[in-house]
């Protein structure tokens, strides 16, 4: 059968439900549902060996907060998006230590700037406390990785953390990537927090190596955007919801190969939901009000 | 009926042919397959009234170029394919006089920076000509506008043209704009000449009011490549193709609404394809070679 | 004796007073000094024949705003900055009609992209109020023009404004552009404007006509920061200070040749100055609060 | 005494001649010079303590290649000058082993670009020699660091490139960096080659910590190109060739503070000769004719 491509853990389970017909329960598999600053939240959490197998994805925690919304700006939606965000992600963090940022992912390619531009918007800090530590005593020390691509680098992403991450030595390693979603309407709609660190052969470029505990020494945090939907996995969901169930996958592969579903108005989204998560990590790090993250960046 | 979506004169032959199911005749339009410099070239000449409802745009020529093998950089295939656009435009271009090179479309957005990019590699010698003649004398005065987009300007392309049409009172105006196919194997592959200018309602971004004879008082020559396709039209092509004709055009366009396909490497190709169409104007325009183009341009 | 180059009104008269030896008096030109939101104000006027032939400048007011303080970056800098440079602004524009806004100078260089970044920032309304005039009714038609460079374009930024004026029909032109100022402590610390245009061979490149009432038909307002030194006059004034006023113009012309002094961080201080002349554009002709117009830009 | 500032061992050479007034001999220095494809070329060898005290530089080579006519563009002066580069890289990088080109510098601001601009023309070949080993048996590894500053990484370029070295095991490093020349003729006119590493306090940024064999455990190349003049540096030179020799420091670092001197169009000047700088490692290091470089990296 044709398989359909997403890198979010809420839509893996989606297609579980929809292959076993609704009729089987999934086991291994917690989801829950709630309302975060008016933005809706799913959290599925993978709690085992059965689990990791149903959704092809490793056990912890996937929180995927909904900001469909967002687009309309109403009333405080950036603000609200950002403590979303931020609040989120504050959990998911130790209370001290550096960390390291990673903004993966290809700055010249605008489906998969999210990493490169979020970077942008977060507030580098290690270089201060460390020259001026009383003068910085309030901020906690955070530094920023721009991986590149293996074109422009001929090193892995993985590889380089690794390097870095041994000078650096953070208590937290937080990787920002592009993803790809099964969905339309989740495309720069979405974001996607784990604490289970960057899966290979994820994203929309290709970063091979997985950055997470095993292969860095520390936790890593992944935050992810889908930004595209591959072409073939958006017309065979055209094709089932018509009522073809068999689909030539040859034929849907062949039309869409190399080809990319994204908005029209993607370079303006991407810059957008860059911001919101560089803010939302200045949150969460650095205790800050989005007034004070907006003075102390520009 | 869906309507599919295509800027090319080609594809609009193509759709009149299969909604008329292969049956009649369709007067009015002649086609023409050739090749040039190793490219397939197709001429549609739409001659009457007739061919113009039938395939809803202008009477006139449109001369396709087929690049699609241009991507397997075989040898020379930068060169052959500058020749190829060139010299089909040599022969739609005035003996003499000054050129005025419009760029249409949105330089920061990829898929409609085909025109600005465009211009960036073309030689611009009116001012030198006019400084210089005695020095100048072998060159054709060459101006170059970018016309940017209304959400950027205010003014509409063609109100800004009109006005520096009538500053630099050219012989000639070529317009060189993104488009919209209806095959994703025609996206980043193929560039059409018209002589009939640029038409409202086109391309991919939303440039509203005509360039061409009527408007400018001058003759109007569209060079334009296809960069994206419509997600819908795609998406009833696959449903067709599977049997199923009988397609609910609201459903489609819900879910296709805003998003377009394009090729996962579309920055590099459309910079590619831009500097073929920039140099094949220097070629036709200039009467140089394509190592004195890169000597005049480095 | 070697001449000294500058485009602020304001360093015109220093000059002036310098080669007079400060005893005879400067008739034919008025200057007053006050304060406004913080900054120095000072206002030159030339009211004559004989003030035009003693500062090199045509008759009109000169009014410099002196933001060296905006650097220190103290309470509401930017605020107050905007408010001083809008409300100055609005005591020159008509009380209603279209707006055209041209950003003269290169965008690809940083000291002369004052102008095009500064159009980046300026709330473009034009094509809205004609398209949904009554949604818009409370906003001023603006449009702006980036001009590009002779190089880029092979057409006189005149020339070209020229056209664009015979289609909009503005009320008002405001010219932004790059100049030179004769000492460093006020580049990137100076806002020149004035009601008589942009004159030519001014700035830092080379706008080589004159954008005024004579050569547009309509009134234009200029406003210019400068953002370099020519080496050559800083050299002389140094040489000047020690006590050596014999200068060998050739000399310093040939170790100057081509050379501009500019600050280190030249790209964030031209950044954030075309940001307070776009709010300060904004504020004065639509009659918002900053807020907003941070709101309406984002 | 006014402290001089320059990053050219070649200046520094002069500079202590002219204190000494030509008097006395500078030992544990030796300096020669030559033609290389038509261009000068000026080695200064700093022997012993007594010369790297003279000098105020490490012990090592320094070749210094004068490009001044590269300028004029006569015939096959890119070819030439890649040679130069080239062939003077070759004597002094091992027969092989992976290589790691960094390129240290702010790509945000022009005059410290050229480290990231030339990187931008390296061939980069590690992940293909490491994934194809068959197909690119030809190749030797190269891999490239983008380094950036510290205020937009909060890590030290010497820190980060350790991490990477540790990684990657290069047998070489070739750092590639912005200077700061003493004689604006030197400005973009100038590559130095060094076997010595990136020395502290350098450079047109502020790199703070060391890149050399003793820190990285590797062998370091510096390739810099001077593309500033201190302006304190400037008016200093200009106050004594007037005969001068008393020179307030204080007066003149006032006047000067953070004021650079660049030339007028200092970034198409960076841009080419970041492409000479690429292209000559390109050609020492893949032994690849200009023609064949130029292919693969279009």
């Not at 491509?5 to 989606?14: F, G, K, Q, V």
């Not at 700006?73 to 550096?98: M, N, W, Y």
């Not at 089932?240 to 039309?255: A, I, K, T």
Request: with cysteine; charged share 25%; hydrophobic share 45%.
């Amino acid at each position: 059968m044709f398989q359909k491509r997403t890198d979010l853990a809420l839509e893996a389970r989606e297609l579980w439900q929809e292959s076993a017909e609704r009729t089987s329960r999934l086991s291994g598999v917690k989801a829950t549902k709630t309302k975060l600053e008016g933005y809706p939240l799913t959290r599925v959490d993978i709690l085992n060996r059965k689990g990791e197998e149903a959704l092809g994805k490793p056990q912890g925690s996937y929180l995927t907060i909904d900001l469909t919304t967002f687009w309309q700006r109403r009333t405080d939606f950036f603000e609200r998006a950002v403590r979303a965000v931020g609040s989120q992600l504050k959990a998911l963090v130790p209370a001290e230590g550096p960390v390291l940022i990673v903004g993966l992912g290809n700055a010249a390619m605008t489906p998969d700037a999210v990493g490169p531009l979020a970077a942008d918007s977060v507030l580098i800090t290690r270089h201060l406390v460390s020259s001026m530590p009383r003068q910085f005593s309030g901020f906690r020390p955070v530094a920023v990785f721009r991986a590149g691509v293996l074109g422009t680098t001929g090193v892995e992403s993985a590889e380089a953390v690794r390097g870095l991450v041994a000078q650096v030595r953070p208590a937290l390693v937080i990787a920002i990537d592009a993803l790809a979603s099964r969905r339309c309407e989740r495309v720069c709609a979405t974001v996607q927090l784990s604490d289970t660190g960057i899966i290979p052969g994820s994203g929309v470029g290709n970063h091979r190596s997985a950055l997470n505990q095993e292969t860095l020494g520390v936790p890593v945090l992944a935050i992810g955007v889908p930004t595209v939907v591959d072409a073939a996995t958006l017309a065979a969901d055209l094709l089932e919801e018509s009522g073809l169930p068999e689909v030539d996958e040859e034929r849907l592969r062949g039309s869409g190969q190399n080809l990319m579903v994204t908005p029209r108005d993607i370079d303006q989204q991407v810059r957008d939901l860059a911001k919101v998560i560089g803010f939302g990590i200045n949150w969460a790090l650095q205790e800050l009000e989005i007034e004070e993250i907006n003075a102390l960046l520009s």
